[in-house]
């Protein structure tokens, strides 16, 4: 049978782009991409890309107060959002050029509109053609979403925080996963006023439990008005701001409020339906390891799959798709190591189990330090880090690594190449310490901090 394409991919973001220009360029295949707005996804246009900008946009004020304390006559004075965002904006527009080229130059067809499937093998697009393909490629991403009592209510999300014509003077914080935290960060260091709700008892659920309760220690210490066990009771908007009750009695009037209570995968709408292709918890598309969903031709990668949203999986996931389907290497990304930072103010890098997962499949020894780094503490700050190693007693085998410092994600992108490798704890001890470091700790712990037994 003959097909327009070999391959058709939905969705011009970080896995859909992947695997559209390796199938095009490394295996020849002829290939067509529909993105319904900016190339990129999430990652480039409002995710990653611009975050870690204005993360390091709202690390100046902390910066110059410490060259105050070193002796430098250093001023921060104001900021200036618009002059920020229009930077930001010629960046994203420079790396979504980036994007289109190489998916131009490795022979990839773009059509800029939405696509819907309407077959097995056929793909409908917004400007009236239909298409077929050998196989189609769902990379549709997911959006954020705000629970349905708040909705219409002018709240943001992580979709408009970018957009915002100028920086709120106060603002809450919905939520205590990535995106919350971050974001709580960020704005208390570009000096909005910052108050978090979130509703569990600590956040970051998930994360090993003396990393979360050290980076919400230190946020507060930074000044973010963090309130755990807290969600909104009533919200109205009054005079152009938001009054909002919380569960705990409080009110309080925000000049913004900002949603971060997770994301949904974008699958509605897509025709999945009219397939008989059954959608899963949250609208996630099934797939097995190889991203093949039940429908043979038809694949899916990347956080519309809901397995691991993070920008470096779903491009793992869109290359092995392309090495399996189209280079006759069959292999698939392997989800049980995934090294990720969130860029709190500490940072956190971490990789592996967390202490209270490890504890559960067996003895372990933990080994962590807390500390006052050198940097901090010679200007009197009460700031400290902290790096965690969690061993295997059996085997010695280092099963996790948690560090909450300074550009702890970029030390913890290299602890995950000796644990994915299967480093020992006598493995770190060997390694000679770099001095004077932060990371020296890792190497220099001998003595355990506390075991568990069978
Ligand atoms: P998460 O799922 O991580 O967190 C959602 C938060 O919202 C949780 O604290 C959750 O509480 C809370 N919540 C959910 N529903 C409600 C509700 N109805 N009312 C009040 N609170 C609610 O989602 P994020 O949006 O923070 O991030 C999504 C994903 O994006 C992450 O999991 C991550 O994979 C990715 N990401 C990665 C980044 C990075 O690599 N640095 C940065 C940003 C995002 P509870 O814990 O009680 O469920």
Redesign the pocket.
């Known amino acids: 049978m003959n097909f327009d394409y070999d391959l058709f991919v939905i969705g011009g973001g970080s896995g859909g782009v992947r695997a559209a220009r390796i199938a095009a360029s490394e295996y020849g295949a002829r290939v067509g991409l529909a993105e319904e707005y900016r190339m990129g996804g999430t990652c480039v246009i409002r995710?990653?890309v611009p975050?870690k900008l204005m993360v390091f946009a709202s690390n100046f004020p902390a910066e110059v107060a410490q060259a105050q304390a070193y002796g430098w006559d250093a001023q921060i004075g104001s900021f200036d959002w618009t002059a920020f965002k229009t930077r930001l904006e010629g960046e994203l527009a420079r790396l979504e050029g980036i994007y289109r080229s190489n998916l131009q130059k490795a022979g990839v067809t773009i059509h800029d509109c939405r696509a819907t499937l309407c077959g097995a093998h056929d793909v409908r697009l917004a400007d009236g053609q239909t298409v077929s393909a050998k196989h189609i490629l769902i990379a549709t991403g997911?959006r954020?979403?705000v629970?349905e009592k708040w909705q219409g209510m002018g709240a943001m999300t992580?979709n408009e925080v970018f957009q915002m014509e100028a920086l709120p003077k106060s603002l809450l914080i919905?939520?205590?996963?990535?995106?919350?935290?971050?974001f709580a960060c960020i704005f208390n260091g570009l000096g909005v006023k910052t108050t978090q709700?979130?509703?569990?008892a600590q956040?970051l659920?998930g994360f090993d439990e003396e990393a979360r309760g050290h980076i919400s220690q230190e946020m507060c210490d930074n000044g973010v008005d963090l309130r755990l066990g807290t969600?909104?009771l009533e919200m109205e908007t009054r005079d152009g701001q938001t009054w909002v009750k919380s569960t705990t009695g409080h009110d309080t009037t925000y000049d913004a409020v900002m949603f971060?209570?997770?994301?949904r995968p974008n699958s509605d709408g897509l025709g999945l339906d009219a397939l008989g292709l059954e959608l899963g918890p949250g609208g996630a598309i099934p797939v097995d390891r190889y991203s093949q969903t039940a429908i043979p031709s038809i694949y899916a990668v990347g956080?519309v799959t809901d397995r691991?949203?993070?920008?470096p999986v779903a491009i793992r996931e869109g290359h092995a798709f392309a090495d399996t389907v189209f280079g006759g290497k069959p292999h698939y990304f392997d989800h049980s190591l995934i090294p990720?930072?969130?860029?709190t103010q500490p940072e956190f890098g971490t990789v592996g189990l967390s202490e209270e997962d490890a504890r559960d499949q067996g003895p372990v020894d933990i080994y962590c330090a807390a500390f006052r780094p050198m940097r901090t503490a010679f200007i009197g700050s009460d700031q400290r880090v902290m790096m965690k190693l969690v061993v295997c007693a059996k085997t010695d085998k280092v099963l996790g690594c948690h560090i909450v410092a300074d550009h702890s994600g970029e030390l913890i992108q290299l602890a995950a190449v000796a644990i994915g490798m299967g480093a020992t704890k006598a493995d770190f001890d060997r390694t000679l310490a770099v001095h004077p470091t932060i990371s020296e700790e890792l190497v220099t712990m001998r003595t355990a901090t506390r075991s568990y037994g069978e």
């Open positions: 995710g990653c975050k997911g954020p979403v629970p992580s919905v939520g205590g996963g990535y995106i919350a935290s971050e709700f979130y509703r569990g956040i659920r969600d909104i971060a209570t997770g994301r956080d691991a949203n993070l920008t990720t930072a969130i860029f």
